[in-house]
């Protein structure tokens, strides 16, 4: 009698188990031939329906689904989207160090952390979606790109206003050095 194991993810070890039961959990459909098994003496797990002991026993494996159409995420989406959080981030952060916007800075953290965990979940779909989701992140991507530009336009106003602001400063302050 040859002691069996067998698993159906890589997590899952079930045995040991005899021939003969592992054929009977063939044959009820419990193990399906693209499933695993191993026994002592064997360096790696082995697909079920390869093992000449259990050849053609059971139920074949089901035919594979007819795929649904895919659409590709669109280009730079990802990037924008990460732009768009950490711009919310950080401007939630200053928000709430300036003790005026409390609630206008939780609600940009919470904004950014969103386009993040959004982000995030894209990762998980492979460059791929269903192609009835195509329009909808066509449409996020425009708004991300629009936040995105919006941002970048603010932070070059900011920082014209700051330089001017320094320019004026420098003046006053050299003008005043002159009455000495």
Do not use: N
Not at 106 to 131: C, N, T
Not at 145 to 151: F, H, I, K, V
Not at 162 to 177: E, R, Y
């Amino acid at each position: 009698m040859t002691d069996w194991y067998w698993r159906r993810t890589p997590a899952e070890k079930v045995g040991p188990r005899s021939t003969e039961e592992v054929r009977a959990a063939l044959v009820a459909g419990l193990l399906r031939p693209e499933h695993e098994a191993w026994r002592e003496g064997w360096d790696s797990w082995a697909r079920i329906g390869e093992i000449e002991e259990f050849r053609g026993v059971g139920t074949p494996a089901p035919a594979p689904a007819a795929s649904a159409p895919v659409a590709a995420i669109p280009d730079g989406l990802r990037g924008w989207m990460t732009f768009v959080g950490f711009m919310d981030i950080l401007g939630g952060l200053l928000a709430i160090l300036s003790c005026i916007g409390l609630i206008k800075g939780i609600l940009l953290l919470v904004m950014g952390f969103a386009s993040l965990g959004a982000r995030s979940a894209l990762e998980g779909a492979a460059d791929r979606v269903p192609a009835s989701m195509a329009p909808f992140l066509g449409r996020l991507k425009t708004f991300f790109l629009a936040q995105g530009l919006a941002m970048l336009l603010w932070l070059v106003l900011l920082g014209g206003v700051l330089l001017l602001w320094t320019l004026g400063l420098l003046g006053a302050v050299g003008g005043w050095f002159h009455h000495f």
